[in-house]
Every structure is written in structure tokens, then in C-alpha cells.
């Protein structure tokens, strides 16, 4: 089974930055399309951001515009998420994903076919 890996979440005060990490085999990185996904107690999963094959394309889900910067290393196989101003509802597990399908990002998470363990980022108020 293909694994996607995270790192990089934690506890932070509200309004400090957190990055994430996520790494994934060559032969599925140079092909997908990267997602972060995140789910929060008692919640469903939700989209937080993907990015396209070239870099180029980057939607953000509403919540997180401005906060939050999606990014890729193509030579190191990695993906970030750059999170500044954190706030409380933010506190949720993310979730790196892969997409195989064609096209631009996708926003829906049965879109992606290859998913990490999540990472849990929790937010103090």
C-alpha cells in the first residue's frame, strides 16, 4: 500500500504558525495532484487546500484564505502547508491526499486516492 507521510503538527497558541510536511513515493508525487484534508471531533472531513500538478493552481477552502499557503518540492517529493494566524477551530487532524485523477485540484475528498495517517494540530485559546 502506498503511504503518504505527514510531520509537523503540534500545539501552538492562537495566532501563532505551524508547517506541515508531507512526503510521498516519486512515482505518485510526479503524477497526483496534493491535498490537505482535515477533520476536526465529531466533524466531517474537510478541504483545506490542493495544489497542481505544475504549482501553478492553488484553491483554498474560504476558511483558510489568507492564513494558510499551500506549497511543493518536485525534487524532494514533499508538499507543505504553511499555516500563520492559527486560530482555535483550526484544531483538527490533517490529512495529506493524492489524486490521480486528470484535471485541476479537486475539492472533494473521494477525488484523492492516496491518503497519510494525519497529523494532529491543536490550537490553544
Known amino acids: 500500500q502506498e503511504q503518504l507521510v505527514e510531520s509537523g503538527g503540534g500545539l501552538v497558541q492562537a495566532g501563532g504558525s505551524l508547517k506541515l510536511s508531507c512526503v510521498a513515493p516519486?512515482?505518485?508525487?510526479?503524477?497526483?495532484?496534493m491535498g490537505w484534508f482535515r477533520q476536526a471531533p465529531g466533524k466531517e472531513r474537510e478541504f483545506v487546500a490542493a495544489?497542481?500538478?505544475?504549482?501553478?493552481?492553488?484553491p483554498y477552502a474560504n476558511f483558510v484564505k489568507g492564513r494558510f499557503i499551500i506549497s511543493k518540492e518536485n525534487a524532494k517529493n514533499m508538499m507543505y502547508l504553511q499555516m500563520n494566524n492559527l486560530k482555535s477551530d483550526d484544531t483538527a487532524v490533517y490529512y495529506c491526499?493524492?489524486?490521480?485523477?486528470?484535471?485541476?485540484?479537486?475539492?472533494?475528498?473521494?477525488?484523492?486516492?492516496?491518503w497519510g495517517q494525519g497529523t494532529q494540530v491543536t490550537v490553544s485559546s
Open positions: 491526499a493524492a489524486s490521480l485523477s486528470p484535471g485541476p485540484p479537486r475539492v472533494e475528498s473521494r477525488e484523492y486516492d492516496f
Open positions: 516519486g512515482r505518485i508525487f510526479s503524477s497526483a495532484v
Open positions: 495544489i497542481s500538478r505544475s504549482g501553478l493552481d492553488t
